[in-house]
């Protein structure tokens, strides 16, 4: 008689984004991931072809989370500014998924962070008034000045190193968009 299946797929991506968490990418391999789950591997290998299909799935998922759950939450009426905020925001309440996602070398093989950071950059301005008219090159400036801006205050934040009000933020989001937005793009 077959055993009759105890453990999904979405079970295991589940406790794979909570390993994520509380361990890290670099330890997320099929044996401790099924120490973790306290089952055997043979589990995680009827649902996922490899552990590369298994991280494959588990960053798009995690990704679409952050894209549908968390950056596109209404803080601020300026696109720009409402995704920074988020993101700083993610930052400071999930330090080690922010770190295991942003700052060190992990995810899909089908999209990298850089990929889809851009990619929903460039869907949350293409309908604003303000920045819909950009050119690729003034897009691409403002998404890092203000990538790099939202990286490094974050980190501060989640460190302890320095402590700002949400309006301090916005001032010094709003200034270096304007100072992105004043560079001329060397062609």
């Not at 330890?27 to 120490?35: D, F, I, V």
């Not at 770190?99 to 293409?126: A, Q």
């Not at 000045?145 to 302890?160: C, D, Q």
Request: glycine share 2%; proline share 2%.
């Amino acid at each position: 008689m077959a055993r009759n299946k105890t453990i999904f797929k979405e079970d295991i991506l589940e406790a794979a984004e909570q390993f994520l968490i509380e361990k890290s990418a670099k330890e997320l391999t099929a044996r401790a991931l099924s120490k973790y789950m306290n089952i055997s591997t043979q589990p995680l290998y009827a649902e996922f072809q490899n552990m590369n299909a298994l991280r494959t799935e588990l960053f798009d998922r995690i990704y679409d989370k952050l894209e549908n759950e968390l950056f596109l939450t209404q803080t601020h009426e300026d696109p720009i500014i409402n995704l920074s905020l988020n993101y700083i925001n993610f930052a400071c309440k999930n330090p080690k998924l922010f770190s295991t996602i942003y700052l060190e070398k992990n995810g899909s093989t089908n999209m990298s962070i850089n990929d889809f950071s851009y990619n929903l950059f460039r869907r949350i301005i293409k309908d604003s008034p303000v920045y819909s008219k950009l050119t690729e090159a003034q897009v691409h400036m403002l998404l890092t000045g203000t990538w790099v801006f939202s990286t490094g205050f974050a980190n501060l934040i989640a460190s302890g190193n320095i402590k700002s009000t949400e309006s301090e933020i916005i001032s010094f989001l709003k200034a270096t968009i304007h100072d992105v937005l004043k560079v001329d793009i060397i062609k």
